[in-house]
């Protein structure tokens, strides 16, 4: 993929970009960092090229699967709440997907977990990564329910589906200080939650309403 691709043309240009970041703003995104990131990281590439012309309208997308690329008022607001603990040095993904929130989260952490039960879209997200030459990331095949036990604890949990209820395995592997970002809920409801880990247990705060797909088990 050539740099033009990378930088975007048209309905993918950098202006394009810029005018997605004003909307964010407007929406009550404050982070700089978010922001920044959000402008930097070619969304156009981690969709079909059919759709690449809509990659900077605010909206969720499909990437296949049954599976789909999240608006990005929800990577920006989930980003910014994950990073507003302070710095992060280890963070888990639960659902790769497209590899996008992946990328933007690569460029505020030190180290970047992911799992991806579908191995299909574990590959098409490797391959953007590296394109993007973003180096600190691991991914990894597996069911999001059991998180990534071997490199916990993390400092930083994502979860980008919606299991039924909070997941107790995914909060065992936040460090204590640590953050965990979380849709929980089925298909007629989902609520945002932010999960801190204390000495004395978690600290649980509702977000906002969302609309995510279900966290399923197994792999595919």
Request: net charge neutral; proline share 4%; aromatic share 4%.
């Amino acid at each position: 993929m050539n740099e033009l691709m990378l930088n975007g043309i048209g309905m993918t240009s950098k202006r394009t970009r810029e005018r997605l970041v004003s909307r964010l703003q407007k929406e009550g995104i404050t982070s700089s960092k978010v922001l920044d990131t959000i402008q930097q990281t070619p969304r156009h590439i981690f969709v079909d090229e059919a759709l690449s012309h809509r990659a900077y309208e605010d909206t969720a997308l499909p990437i296949g699967f049954s599976q789909t690329l999240s608006q990005p008022y929800i990577v920006a607001r989930m980003t910014e709440l994950l990073i507003a603990g302070g710095p992060l040095q280890r963070v888990l993904e639960v659902g790769t997907g497209s590899g996008y929130q992946t990328a933007v989260l690569a460029q505020l952490a030190d180290e970047v977990f992911s799992v991806e039960r579908i191995r299909a879209l574990q590959k098409k997200a490797a391959k953007r990564l590296n394109l993007l030459g973003l180096h600190n990331i691991c991914l990894k095949v597996a069911d999001g329910h059991m998180g990534w036990e071997q490199q916990a604890p993390f400092d930083g949990i994502m979860v980008t589906a919606a299991p039924a209820q909070l997941p107790q395995l995914l909060i065992d592997q936040l460090a204590v200080g640590g953050r965990m970002i979380v849709p929980v809920g089925n298909d007629e409801e989902q609520i945002l939650y932010l999960v801190t880990k204390t000495a004395a247990g978690e600290q649980i705060r509702e977000i906002e309403k969302v609309r995510f797909v279900p966290l399923l088990a197994g792999l595919d």
